[in-house]
């Protein structure tokens, strides 16, 4: 409870001084690079915060420290004329909107820091660039919307601070640990790949994934699967796992090794497609539905 209390009030201490100490774009908007752009005339450099209050477009690769973006105007995206970088050097918080331009080209955007998504967030590419650990959110009214999302720093984790959800992706992880705050207890998928974590998990922790979801190099540790737990690698769970969905190879002859025990109310199986599945638990509780 004291860490659920206090979270939302140091992020808002962030915002707070962010906002009176930052470089503000004007409600209308421009080039990045302009100085007519910028309340006072100061175009930010990398060391600079930046709060964005219009729509600001991007003509050539743009850094800055800590990024905020405001609604219901804050808008930051890529000239129709060509691939556009974002550097967030810091903490990005979006609470507006972050996009390829609707008339073309795209927007990368790196990220040294948190990354709190609260308004629409949608550039090709997310890098996670950060030397140490680094917490997201995209929870369900605000997802990830992105076609790719990579970690680049293996040693450090990521922290879900809430719920995530995304679609229609490839998310690589790095081969982080993937950690769970305690406000987060579940991962949301709609046709996503996810590969390459070792995610730190309990039964507590559920997995809703679509049909047309697969994992690539993921361990777990306790985990309850409630969609469709797809694999095409060795998927090792050093906890207990419970399934009320489908657990199912993809591809290839993976082997899910559960290190304490197995309930099953769902469908444990070899994919239709063709090769198969093995499956080691410790311990089969039950197998309250399909056989394997």
């Not at 909107?97 to 820091?113: A, D, Q, W």
């Not at 990579?150 to 229609?168: H, K, Q």
């Amino acid at each position: 409870m004291f860490m659920r209390t206090i979270m939302p009030l140091l992020l808002l201490c962030i915002v707070v001084s962010l906002s009176s100490q930052a470089i503000h774009s004007t409600v209308y908007g421009g080039e990045w690079h302009h100085n007519a752009t910028w309340v006072g005339g100061i175009v930010p450099s990398a060391s600079d915060d930046v709060v964005i209050n219009g729509p600001v477009y991007l003509t050539y690769t743009a850094t800055c420290n800590n990024l905020e973006i405001t609604e219901p105007y804050g808008v930051i995206n890529n000239t129709s004329l060509g691939y556009m970088t974002l550097n967030v050097n810091g903490s990005l918080t979006n609470h507006g909107t972050v996009r390829n331009n609707p008339l073309g080209f795209t927007l990368t955007v790196y990220v040294g820091g948190d990354l709190l998504n609260y308004g629409t967030f949608t550039p090709v590419t997310l890098y996670l660039n950060g030397s140490g650990a680094q917490t997201i959110s995209f929870g369900e009214d605000h997802p990830f919307g992105g076609q790719y999302l990579y970690r680049t720093v293996s040693a450090e984790p990521i922290i879900l601070l809430d719920d995530f959800y995304a679609s229609n992706c490839t998310i690589h992880w790095g081969n982080s640990p993937l950690q769970f705050s305690p406000a987060a207890s579940k991962i949301v998928t709609l046709n996503v790949l996810i590969q390459n974590a070792s995610v730190a998990s309990t039964l507590s922790h559920e997995m809703h994934m679509s049909e047309t979801c697969r994992i690539h190099n993921l361990s777990f540790g306790g985990i309850t699967n409630l969609g469709y737990l797809t694999m095409s690698s060795n998927t090792p769970v050093s906890g207990e796992l419970v399934n009320h969905g489908t657990i199912q190879n993809w591809g290839t002859y993976p082997v899910m090794t559960v290190d304490g025990t197995l309930t099953n109310y769902g469908t444990i199986s070899n994919n239709p497609g063709g090769f198969w599945l093995t499956v080691t638990p410790k311990e089969m509780c039950s197998t309250i539905g399909h056989s394997m």
